[in-house]
């Protein structure tokens, strides 16, 4: 069993677990559930940088990332630099985050958020638009080509952004549907946890134009971006190289200020 798969294992267990406990009626109720959301894809479109910045405490591969920063302090420094949106990971057992992570970040900014999470069930989606998200990410490794389908167009009717994430070409083929907005290339192998910028420049030819693509994982430099721009990429999600620092928000600030 892969590292996925645990998380998956994990996360249908903490998904029921949920359900029994707060009914989908006490998230409709929320004041964010009802709120405007802005869309992640229209911004990365307009962008000259398309940063998406993360906010991570920890990860499988790194284990702790930074256990110190507030999501607050960072959401502000985030916006101040010029990102175009910020991703938050919700999941608690392999990434030290929390859904009061997202609420913290749509109270402290107005960028468009990303919930970060490993979604299996549509309860998740509604979670994610009851607690602020903008978007939120699924993941074309751990769902069936019916549940993208599903999922994101249930996504859509609650107007958020999805972003669909791949990792090959198989799961590029079996996720290219019209109810996405981004395309995102995950560059890590989720077996080894090597990292190769040669995953997005393959698979970016076969995605169409109709999508917004977005590089993820291992993008470390403003040589990396300029790289992977002429394939067409308008997203990079950069969550590690920003969370090392003592200050992500100025590292972003720094970051963005090399890159235009």
């Known amino acids: 069993m892969n590292i996925l798969d ?8 903490e998904v029921e677990l ?9 998230y409709e109720q929320l004041p964010s559930f009802g709120m405007k959301t802005t869309s992640l894809s229209k911004k990365l479109r307009a962008s000259n940088s398309g940063i998406i ?26 916006e101040m630099a010029g990102v175009c949106g910020m991703s938050v990971l919700t999941d ?20 468009p958020l990303l919930r970060k999470e490993f979604i299996i069930d549509e309860y998740q989606i509604i979670e994610a638009k009851a607690i602020g998200a903008d978007a939120i990410l699924l ?14 167009e249930f996504a859509k009717r609650l107007n958020l952004d999805v972003l669909l994430e791949v990792h090959n070409e198989d799961e590029l ?20 946890f090597e990292v190769s910028l040669d995953i ?10 109709d999508f917004v693509k977005v590089s993820e994982s291992g993008i470390s430099s403003v040589e990396a971006i300029k790289e992977l721009q002429p394939f067409g990429y308008k ?6 190289n920003f969370m090392k620092t003592d200050n992500p928000g100025e590292s972003a600030k720094q970051f963005i200020k090399s890159l235009i």
């Open 53 to 78: 910045a993360e906010f991570k405490r920890k990860s499988p591969s790194k284990s702790i990332i930074n256990n110190t920063a507030l999501v607050e302090d960072v959401a502000i420094g985030y």
């Open 200 to 209: 997005s420049k393959e698979l970016s030819q076969l995605i169409p134009e």
């Open 139 to 152: 993941i074309a490794a751990i769902l069936t080509k019916a549940e993208i389908k599903h999922f994101s």
């Open 18 to 26: 949920k359900k029994e406990f707060i009914p989908i009626a006490a």
């Open 235 to 240: 997203g990079f999600l950069i969550g590690e």
């Open 92 to 111: 608690e057992i392999y990434f030290g985050g929390t859904m009061d992570d997202l609420i913290n970040a749509r109270e402290s900014c107005s960028l």
């Open 173 to 192: 083929h079996k996720s290219i549907m019209p109810s996405l907005d981004m395309l995102g290339v995950n560059n890590r192998n989720l077996k080894t």
């Open 6 to 13: 645990k998380i998956v294992k994990d996360k249908r267990k």
